[in-house]
């Protein structure tokens, strides 16, 4: 027991002495990360840091600056168990993550720690290499010194069975691709690959017109394309077992418009959906469907220019 109380002293007189030579003091932040409009607890939603900052905050400090970042989601819906390692990675030296359904959602990172600093200092310049090793959704994906700045390519080989993905980095100029992940299906090993199969279930498309208020009304009509369709999903091992939906395929060429979305440059002129996918069967249903598509997008982003122009000119009337 004495051992234990000595050698943890040793251990805080140690690091007190470090954080006098390098000029450094320790730093913890933490922040809720709800979303929502009345925010959750910080023990549900959160995350925080622990690192070493200088002094002077103007001062670079040639020592590293070690940082801890642990953070978590408790008791929110998961969409599957996930569990993962990485080492090497662009931003961190060690990241650990672990995912359970309905219960947690857990993260911890580790970055510039002394004796990884020097080691993956080189690594850092290269936008990271990573290794690791990931358990989710039914599959496992192992990383091998992988880079993804540029994208990865498929590995093809006869010998390679389905369930398993092969992929390879992909370099550019001064740095080239290296690594390499690996992908295992195992529920496509056990259940097959997944196949999809659409029906168009009508022999030619049908055009209708669209009642959209108060364009109608000002004298602006729309008319769109319908085509009833059948998508269909299952497994290759077990074909009886299928998911179906009917969807009616909804195409207008010259659609009721809504204010644009202003976000962007690119994004102030008004817009519209030219195309959608109403679950049913019947052209009704599509229309109503589309109705509401247009009446929601015109809630959140506005009436557009030529309908505000043509009430103008009826009232002046």
């Known amino acids: 027991m004495y051992w234990l109380l000595a050698a943890l002293l040793l251990i805080v007189v140690a690091f007190r002495l470090y954080l006098w030579r390098t000029d450094q003091h320790v730093y913890f932040h933490y922040q809720n990360t709800s979303d929502k409009d009345r925010p959750e607890p910080t023990w549900r939603n959160g995350r925080c840091w622990w690192m070493l900052s200088p002094n002077d905050e103007n001062k670079h400090t040639r020592y590293p600056r070690p940082t801890l970042h642990p953070w978590w989601h408790l008791f929110h819906r998961s969409s599957s168990a996930d569990v993962s390692f990485r080492i090497a990675s ?86 080239p691709g290296v690594g390499f992940y690996v992908t295992f299906l195992f529920d496509n090993l056990i259940l097959g ?62 659609p009721p418009l809504h204010s644009g979305k202003g976000e962007n440059s690119y994004d102030q002129d008004d817009d519209g959906i030219f195309g959608m996918g109403v679950p049913g069967t019947t052209i009704d249903e599509a229309i109503a469907g589309y109705q509401e598509a247009v009446k929601r997008d015109r809630q959140k982003y506005g009436m557009p220019g030529d309908i505000h122009e043509a009430q103008k000119r009826s009232l002046e009337l």
């Open 193 to 254: 690959s997944r196949e999809y199969e659409k029906v168009e279930l009508w022999p030619v498309p049908v055009i209708a017109e669209i009642q959209i208020e108060p364009d109608n009304s000002l004298g602006f009509r729309y008319f769109g394309t319908f085509m009833g369709e059948r998508h269909s999903w299952w497994r290759k091992h077990f074909p009886w077992f299928k998911q179906t939906h009917h969807y009616v395929d909804i195409r207008c060429e010259n």
């Open 90 to 175: 662009e931003e961190e030296d060690l990241a650990f993550h672990l995912a359970i359904p309905w219960l947690a959602t857990l993260g911890l990172t580790f970055s510039e720690l002394p004796f990884l600093y020097r080691l993956f200092r080189g690594v850092r310049q290269g936008f990271g290499y990573e290794t690791g090793i990931r358990w989710s959704d039914g599959s496992l994906y192992v990383h091998v010194i992988h880079c993804n700045a540029w994208g990865s390519s498929t590995v093809h080989r006869w010998w390679i069975p389905g369930w398993i993905h092969v992929w390879k980095g992909t370099g550019y100029k001064e740095y």
